[in-house]
């Protein structure tokens, strides 16, 4: 998560005082439904976490935002246009690899999301992004 805020929330979206997010992941698995063009090379990977985000039910979990101090990141009640909305979805592990899609979406605007793979100690090895316009 500190990745994501420090090394591409900032500077996509530097301009942003706070986002709202309610502290949970989804009940979903991350997996590569947006993602056609992702992580090139292993051609069996998106068919690899579609089958596996489909095994069994998930429980949300709960994610620690206090330590980030660049942004405001909390459920915000009185919605609006102008903010971004968060989601972060469970991660999908697949063999010594864990995949993690978060998404951010304004309102009547986008919505980008970004993908993740990581070493089991939780290195970033490589993100792709891609999104939508409303």
Not at 16 to 45: H, P
Not at 95 to 116: E, G, L, S, V
């Amino acid at each position: 998560m500190n990745y994501f805020i420090d090394s591409l929330l900032l500077k996509k979206y530097g301009q942003v005082k706070a986002i709202d997010f309610n502290g949970y992941t989804e009940e979903t698995m991350s997996d590569f439904a947006w993602f056609n063009d992702c992580f090139k090379g292993n051609d069996s990977l998106p068919l690899k976490l579609r089958v596996r985000s489909f095994d069994k039910m998930f429980a949300r979990h709960s994610i620690a935002t206090a330590n980030i101090d660049q942004v405001s990141i909390h459920p915000i009640k009185k919605k609006n246009t102008r903010q971004l909305s968060m989601r972060v979805f469970l991660a999908n592990e697949i063999a010594d690899k864990t995949y993690i899609m978060i998404t951010i979406h304004k309102r009547y605007q986008f919505t980008d999301a970004y993908m993740f793979e990581c070493s089991k100690s939780g290195e970033v090895l490589r993100w792709c992004k891609t999104g939508m316009i409303h």
